[in-house]
């Protein structure tokens, strides 16, 4: 199993083809914050990133940048730049069907493809909350396989063909899982303190391996430790210091994430959702899902049903 793959498809994670931003000198475009990540791909000439509180940071072409939070941003030629009055519709229209946004009036000498991520929020173990708020590549340290990547976009952008956006959307998941492994192999300390530091960890990904197979199956801390050949002291340590959680606790918070998402998105019994995460009686899992959610699964059932947010413009 590939446990990257396994979260990001439970976590919900789908990318989407953003605004595609023209910019011919002077010019500056501020964005409102938006409740998904948003990344940036600079695909030609360079561009400034202020968010507030942080320091503006300057893109150069093949540069990556993740905003994990979809915080509020300017973008700019420079940095002093004055972002103008815009069209709201526009904007978000753009930013939500990848059209063009020009701003200036020149030659245009800079391009920006973005894009956004959203997460299902019934889901507690989320990948992009491992990484920071803030994820900067540059193009001359991201590796090989971020860069092409970029010039795809940045080709199909430019030359558009039969099923463009099929081909954008592809190309932006295959970024994220791109920019998360570049991310993992030049911060390798930073990614110990998140879940994404179990990816590293030969034991904890072999666990956590097992667990996410199967996780209908009555594990203890016992029973995992000797799948893995490993002592329950040895096990829970590691355990502990990689996810920040026991073994019991981490596999109550993934079978809770299955279980919200089928009550949410099937019409299958609490008997089936319970046989399926573990629970051998629908009042043990009905007793553990109200703990670990506040609510009953019916009435989660009834309550989750609901269109999600839609974010701001600029």
Not at 20 to 43: D, K, L, S
Not at 228 to 243: H, I, K, M, P, Q
Not at 249 to 270: E, F, I, K, Q
């Amino acid at each position: 199993m590939d446990l990257l793959a396994d979260a990001l498809a439970v976590s919900g994670v789908r990318g989407t083809l953003g605004a595609r931003i023209e910019g011919a000198e002077p010019w500056a475009v501020a964005w409102q914050p938006v409740e998904r990540a948003v990344i940036y791909a600079v695909t030609a000439g360079t561009a400034w990133l202020n968010v507030r509180g942080r320091e503006p940071l300057e893109l150069m072409p093949g540069d990556v940048v993740l905003l994990r939070n979809g915080a509020g941003h300017v973008l700019s030629s420079d940095p002093g730049a004055l972002a103008p009055g815009c069209d709201h519709l526009v904007a978000e229209r753009a930013r939500e069907t990848g059209d063009v946004l020009r701003f200036g009036t020149g030659e245009v000498r800079t391009h920006v493809t973005s894009a956004s991520y959203e997460n299902d929020p019934a889901i507690s173990t989320q990948v992009l909350g491992s990484l920071p708020e803030v994820v900067h590549l540059p193009a001359d340290s991201s590796g090989s396989c971020l860069d092409d990547t970029v010039r795809l976009i940045g080709r199909e952008v430019a030359y558009p063909q039969l099923g463009a956006a099929i081909v954008l959307d592809r190309l932006v998941d295959i970024l994220l899982v791109q920019l998360i492994r570049v991310w993992l192999a030049h911060h390798p300390e930073e990614a110990r303190k998140s879940w994404l530091g179990v990816l590293d960890d030969p034991l904890l990904s072999a666990a956590l391996t097992k667990l996410h197979g199967d996780p209908a199956r009555p594990w203890t801390t016992a029973s995992l430790a000797t799948e893995l050949a490993v002592s329950r002291a040895t096990l829970s340590r590691r355990f502990l210091a990689g996810t920040g959680e026991s073994p019991g606790a981490y596999l109550t918070n993934w079978r809770m994430d299955l279980a919200a998402r089928r009550l949410r998105d099937s019409d299958d019994t609490l008997e089936t959702i319970a046989r399926a995460v573990g629970y051998m009686s629908v009042y043990a899992f009905s007793r553990a899902f109200s703990r670990a959610r506040s609510t009953p699964p019916g009435r989660y059932r009834l309550t989750s049903r609901t269109a999600e947010p839609v974010g701001g413009a600029c």
